[in-house]
């Protein structure tokens, strides 16, 4: 299974979310589910400065992330398609993602806000990944085979 985060530019919240849901996957005990990010106009610029220093407060590290581009590939190999507004989910139909995939957070974009914002974003990314983890694993990790900590 593979989750895919999509956001404007891949610097911000996409990026935030994959490794937050990441996180919550892993304390499932559910290392097989793949979770990505893209952006609809991503150029391969790194993850925002406050993006960073907000996920590094939680002690994930954003410092090696580059954007890339949601691509019609992409979007069909992904089983979930997670998108941050609307519009989003339109770009991502527009590209040919099946709309039964889509599920849209409703999550602000902080783009050039101060550190604040980007936690303000951090904790309502950390409510949609504890949503879609247990979406994906159970409430209470029951969708965790052979995990007992899920």
């Known amino acids: ?13 996409s990026p935030m ?11 499932r005990g559910r290392s097989d589910i793949i979770v990505e990010s893209a ?10 400065e406050n993006a960073v220093s907000a996920m590094r407060e939680w002690g994930l ?5 580059l954007s890339r581009p949601v691509t019609p590939a992409l ?7 997670a998108v941050m507004s609307p519009s989003h989910a339109l770009g991502a139909l527009s590209l040919g993602a ?5 599920r849209v957070l409703q999550i602000p974009d902080p783009y050039g806000g101060d550190l604040e914002a980007y936690r303000r974003t951090r ?8 949503a879609l983890a ?4 159970g409430p209470g990790g029951e969708g965790c085979p052979g995990s007992p900590g899920c």
């Open 98 to 102: 099946a709309p039964e995939k889509l």
């Open 39 to 48: 952006g609809l106009a991503a150029d391969g610029s790194p993850a925002s």
């Open 75 to 81: 979007l069909k190999e992904a089983d979930v398609i």
């Open 123 to 130: 904790g309502a990314l950390e409510q949609a990944a504890q």
């Open 61 to 65: 590290d954003l410092s090696g992330h």
């Open 17 to 27: 979310a994959a490794a937050l849901l990441r996180r919550a996957l892993d304390k």
């Open 134 to 137: 247990e979406e994906l694993c």
């Open 1 to 13: 299974m593979t989750v895919l985060f999509v956001c404007t530019g891949n610097t911000c919240r």
